[in-house]
């Protein structure tokens, strides 16, 4: 098993930036994809961006792209989001996932979730 912890969230004003954080512990973390999800209020979960084991393939969602950055240590078991030109459309709770499949954005797609970090973007 993978346990995941997210940190780094918290509340910004619009334009704003954060970095997030997803600290991993157990079994071999730098052989998983990690991804990004987001779930705001009475909507589904969404997928927002991944990476691969390697770091060297990364993939985003069409609203984060450009403004957002996933990166990975695994010396240090961690995957990083940098969000920047944040928006009030990103509010949301933000959660990390380690699957096999860096492609895949259904959320059933990924095994092992953390407890997610809520980001709240003031306009």
């Known amino acids: 098993q993978v346990q995941l912890v997210e940190s780094g969230g918290g509340l910004v004003q619009a334009g704003g930036s954060l970095r997030l954080s997803c600290a991993a512990s157990g079994r071999s973390f730098s052989v998983y994809a990690v991804g990004w999800f987001r779930q705001a209020p009475g909507k589904e979960r969404d997928f927002v961006a991944s990476i691969n084991w390697s770091g060297g393939s990364t993939n985003y969602a069409d609203s984060v792209k450009g403004r957002f950055i996933i990166s990975r240590d695994n010396a240090k078991n961690t995957v990083y989001l940098q969000m920047s030109g944040l928006q009030s459309e990103d509010t949301a709770v933000y959660y990390c996932?380690?699957?096999?499949?860096?492609?895949?954005?259904?959320?059933?797609?990924?095994?092992?979730w953390g407890q997610g970090t809520q980001v709240t973007v003031s306009s």
């Open positions: 996932a380690v699957g096999t499949v860096v492609v895949a954005r259904t959320p059933s797609s990924w095994n092992y």
